[in-house]
């Protein structure tokens, strides 16, 4: 069957670095999205993750493992803003447009 | 501006009562999707389309309808809402232009059915 796993919650100190982990099992893979979600928002694309290895956008960067299925978010220097949810998702084939999100990590940012 | 705009953002209604959630994209995106947001289960997907006249199910199709007749329009049809389709709806975009295949999302819709 079609799983992405997450942490539930998160909790980190301002200023610090986190690292959010996602494992998916599916049919197919294209690639690793991940989201951002703010209380009360919608959710925004973070970035996007097709072959292994790191991608960097700022202070966030997200990191791709084919070969174990897993993909993590790290975000640094944290900033009380960061205080949201945060998904991965994953693009299944064969339709291009068929994405499926994990549960999200609830992320707590202490001052 | 850049844009998936939903409408209503928040509406109350009755069971059986038939309901249209609109959205609408200024993008040009081939790709359309509804998702319904409930605590503890994430996004799930109800709806997509790749282009003008293709539609298809996501995961939770049950109770919902949509059309695609025009390239930036994307309706979300209830004809006989119950009380367990209470959620918040997300209506979504993408480009197949793109190399990031990442979504643009409207603000939402907070739908209650009593």
């Known amino acids: 069957g079609q799983s992405l796993e997450q942490p539930s919650e998160v909790t980190a100190v301002e200023g610090a670095i986190v690292q959010i982990n996602c494992t998916y099992q599916?049919?197919?893979?294209?690639?690793l999205s991940w989201y951002q979600q703010h209380d009360g928002g919608a959710p925004t694309f973070l970035s996007y993750n097709a072959l292994d290895g790191l991608e960097e956008t700022g202070r966030f960067s997200s990191f791709l493992s084919r070969s174990d299925s897993y993909g993590y978010l790290l975000l640094q220097e944290l900033q009380m803003k960061d205080s949201a949810s945060y998904f991965c998702a994953v693009r299944e084939p064969p339709r291009d447009d068929k994405i499926i999100f994990g549960k999200g990590t609830r992320l707590h940012i202490l001052p | 501006e850049a844009q998936v705009t939903q409408n209503p953002r928040y509406l109350i209604t009755v069971t059986g009562k038939k309901l249209t959630v609109t959205c609408s994209q200024n993008m040009n995106h081939e790709y359309m999707s509804w998702y319904r947001q409930d605590p503890g289960l994430g996004l799930r997907q109800i709806y997509y389309?790749?282009?003008?006249?293709?539609?298809d199910k996501g995961d939770v199709p049950e109770g919902y309808k949509v059309s695609r007749k025009e390239k930036r329009n994307f309706p979300l049809i209830l004809e006989s809402p119950s009380p367990n389709q209470t959620s918040l709806y997300f209506c979504?975009?993408?480009?197949?232009?793109?190399?990031?295949?990442?979504?643009?999302f409207g603000s939402g819709t907070r739908l209650t059915v009593v």
């Open positions: 979504a975009s993408s480009s197949t232009g793109t190399t990031n295949y990442g979504y643009t």
């Open positions: 389309s790749m282009n003008v006249e293709v539609t």
């Open positions: 599916t049919s197919g893979f294209y690639g």
